[in-house]
């Protein structure tokens, strides 16, 4: 394959993670290597960047500077949830995409992101060859949620779940100190798949986890949670409970619906918007048996919470930008990076290309076996497929106490 001598373009999309911005650092640190990239671009809200000509130039920065968002959380060129139409319907974006690709000599495009995030990939992919200008497009795994198909799992998954792990460990501890002590209702982020709220059981490695966790991949029964949640608590005098945001009944309603009209409002995808789901099931515990109950909504925290990463999650975060430039670099187009593990005879990890229109719109959930009979808790299946991701302590940069982000300059690029 011949030299494609060009730019690229990093820009990052959907909800951040910890280490997402380990992942754009793979990619800006392989490809300033790299003779045949001229030039290392960022876009500014990912691909709203792209349209709007808002393209950061990497070669500008201090490298030190750039190195530190190994360990910075969120996403430090923006992100952005904007869905691209189909070309067939709309190519205003696209020929818009194209000319900014032009101007700027763009040959190589990569995208860090989850499903939508892939779609948008996959869809720039396409259009590229269609017109034919030579583009190497390849997108980068991200996302909390763990939901993306043909890979083993995501990046920025392993240290979302490490947190949730340890945070729900010490509220399990704090919960239990009274003599009678309330019910606490944990509600962490998952539409579809309950891998997140899963790793609530991770607690149980240090301790006790939670007696009670509810995917969405079981139907939830709200009078069985009642009596379950009652008696537990007439038991043990405290009780500690996770539940996945995106909950639902046997007629697929979205359990947070039972107290507002919030699910009812959908996002550029088509999401629905959730949220304030502890809250909504405190009220149906205390009309229910009285007893104090504690709702407790995660939200941003679990995708931010860099202080309590996952080495093993930067690691990989990081390898999966470095794959991605390589394999561009090498000819490779109109692919995701995929992560390919085994644990038997010890965790192992090794770095895989999947063509994007395998992964794209395709979500992956929980299996079965792993959920208990009763569908209110999580076995050692599921233990035994994330302890090993959550291993080892990063060793994160620090100044006057608190940790050091990089000081950008964020030039545009001419």
């Known amino acids: 394959m ?9 820009g990052q999309s959907g909800g951040p993670t910890s280490v997402i911005n380990a992942s754009a650092l793979g990619v800006i640190q392989t490809a300033l290597k790299h003779d045949c990239i001229t030039q290392v671009l960022a876009a500014e809200h990912g691909i709203r960047g792209v349209l709007d000509d808002r393209l950061f130039d990497f070669g500008q920065e201090d490298p030190a500077e750039v190195e530190l968002l190994r360990n910075t959380p969120s996403s430090a060129i923006g992100s952005i949830r904007y869905k691209l ?24 495009f990569f995208y860090n992101g989850g499903n939508d995030s892939m779609d948008t990939c996959n869809k720039i992919s396409k259009y ?55 019910i606490v209702l944990l509600e962490i982020m998952g539409r579809h798949a309950g891998w997140l709220a899963a790793a609530a059981s ?26 379950d949640v009652t008696d537990l608590w007439n038991r043990q005098k405290y009780v500690v409970a996770a539940f996945s945001e995106g909950i639902r009944d046997k007629d697929g309603k979205f359990i947070s619906e039972y107290g507002s009209d919030l699910a009812q409002h959908t996002d550029a995808f088509g999401h629905s918007q959730l949220g304030g789901l502890a809250s909504t099931l405190s009220q149906f515990c205390n ?5 104090k109950t504690r709702p407790i909504e995660y939200s941003l925290l679990q995708r931010c919470a860099a202080h309590c990463a996952s080495q093993t999650d930067i690691d990989e975060a990081y390898l999966a930008g470095k794959t991605a430039v390589e394999a561009a670099v090498s000819g490779t187009t109109d692919r995701m990076v995929s992560l390919k593990c085994t644990r038997d005879g010890g965790y192992k990890c090794e770095m895989e290309l999947i063509g994007l229109t395998e992964v794209a719109n395709a979500e992956k959930t ?49």
């Not at 011949?2 to 990093?10: N, T």
């Not at 139409?85 to 190589?108: G, Q």
């Not at 986890?209 to 029964?221: N, R």
């Not at 299996?367 to 035994?384: A, F, H, L, Q, T």
């Open 366 to 414: 929980i299996p079965r076996d792993w959920i208990n009979e009763d569908g209110n808790n999580v076995g050692d299946k599921y233990i035994e497929y994330a302890l090993p991701l959550i291993q080892g302590t990063p060793d994160i940069p620090t100044e006057n106490g608190m940790p050091r982000y990089p000081h950008l300059k964020y030039v545009l690029a001419k």
């Open 2 to 10: 011949k030299e494609l001598k060009g730019a690229c373009i990093i």
């Open 202 to 227: 991770l607690a149980r490695v240090s301790g006790e986890g939670p007696a009670l966790i509810y995917l969405p991949e079981v139907p939830f029964d709200m009078d069985k949670f009642l009596k």
């Open 287 to 291: 009309n229910y048996n009285g007893i």
């Open 128 to 182: 590229m060859q269609k017109v034919g200008y030579e583009c190497r497009v390849m997108g980068i795994p991200k996302t909390i949620d763990n939901d993306l198909v043909v890979t083993d799992h995501c990046p920025g998954y392993p240290s979302a779940a490490k947190y949730i792990g340890t945070s729900v460990a010490e509220i399990v501890r704090d919960t239990k100190v009274y003599d009678k002590g309330p």
């Open 85 to 108: 139409k189909p070309s067939e319907e709309d190519e205003t974006d696209y020929i818009r995409i194209l000319e900014v690709f032009k101007k700027h000599n763009v040959r190589y």
